[in-house]
């Protein structure tokens, strides 16, 4: 939501200083041709300066991820990793709805075939990343997931070949996922690869 703020506020600063630059250079009256060129020029730089701007923002601000479930296809909570402390969500309550949401989509249209990628909700999406032995629920207050999807995917697909063998017939010791930390950690803060 930060993010979505950032950019509103720079497109109304951006027309706005648009609009005084171009009342200044076409509508005020200029002594002569040389005072009038000189605005119309500090104008192109203004705006030219405000546009990289623009995109400069635009390209450094990052998807924030808010939560990041890593879960067995079968809905099993393998972890659970967040930015901010929420002691009273129950994070297998969560996971299991993520599951049982995935499931009835599976069964309601089963002749579509296919898995469930996003769900679209207010101020937050879910982003769901499948493979053989795992899914990565990924919820998000931002809108900017393109990196996003593609990160997703590279993660579960490291997560299944270093821990897809041992995932398959899980003890549920956690210490059989001991390096998965450092890789969501990597998702989490947006950098993965």
Request: aromatic share 10%.
């Amino acid at each position: 939501m930060q993010r979505d703020v950032k950019i509103e506020t720079l497109i109304a600063m951006s027309m706005g200083v648009f609009a005084a630059l171009a009342v200044t250079a076409f509508l005020v009256p200029f002594e002569n041709d040389n005072t009038r060129i000189f605005f119309v020029a500090l104008s192109a730089v203004l705006v030219s300066i405000n546009v990289f701007g623009f995109i400069m923002v635009w390209h450094a601000s990052p998807t924030i991820i808010d939560e990041i479930f890593l879960m067995t296809p079968d809905g099993r909570l393998l972890k659970h990793y967040t930015r901010r402390l929420k002691p009273d969500q129950d994070d297998d309550i969560l996971a299991g709805m993520l599951t049982a949401v995935q499931n009835f989509i599976k069964e309601s249209f089963e002749e579509a075939g296919g898995r469930l990628k996003e769900i679209r909700f207010e101020n937050y999406d879910i982003f769901v990343s499948h493979s053989k032995s795992v899914v990565i629920a990924a919820i998000i207050s931002t809108k900017k997931p393109e990196k996003l999807r593609t990160q997703m995917r590279l993660v579960t697909d490291d997560i299944e070949k270093q821990y897809g063998h041992k995932l398959l017939n899980w003890s549920g010791d956690k210490a059989d996922l001991v390096g998965v930390d450092t890789l969501m950690k990597k998702l989490l803060a947006g950098k993965y690869r």
